[in-house]
């Protein structure tokens, strides 16, 4: 978790006392998000965030973030391996293969 959503999600926790769990995509995390969006822009300030996924990121947009970060080189790398070998092990599978494997020779 980064440092200013941490601190908007203290800022949030202090303002009842700490007497109720602020939940992500919550109706009060939200509200604060709209309210930090609109400082934002009526400052002329740029907001933006790291951001996990692509919908998540388009979400973040609509709610007045101007500047979109897209995961982390990991991440990315991790997704697009993760990708790459469903596909090998549904195109190698028996069932999808053009021919039966072959039997090996003993040697």
């Keep these: 978790m980064n440092k200013v959503l941490f601190t ?9 006392g700490f007497a109720e769990p602020v939940v992500i995509g919550s109706k009060k995390f939200t509200d604060a998000i709209a309210r930090v ?3 934002a822009d009526k400052h002329g300030k740029s ?6 996924t692509v ?3 388009i979400e973040y947009h609509a ?11 990991i991440w990315v790398l991790h997704d ?11 195109g190698c599978s ?12 003993k040697s």
């Excluded at 907001?47 to 996990?52: D, Q």
């Excluded at 028996?94 to 020779?105: F, L, M, Q, T, Y």
């Design 8 to 16: 908007l999600l203290i800022a949030i926790a202090a303002s009842s």
């Design 37 to 39: 969006a609109a400082a």
């Design 47 to 52: 907001l933006g965030r790291l951001v996990p």
């Design 55 to 57: 919908q998540t990121g």
């Design 63 to 73: 709610l007045g973030f101007d500047f979109i970060c897209y995961s982390g080189d």
């Design 80 to 90: 697009a391996l993760a990708e790459a070998l469903g596909k090998l092990r549904a």
């Design 94 to 105: 028996p069932k999808n293969a053009g021919s039966p494997k072959k039997a090996r020779k």
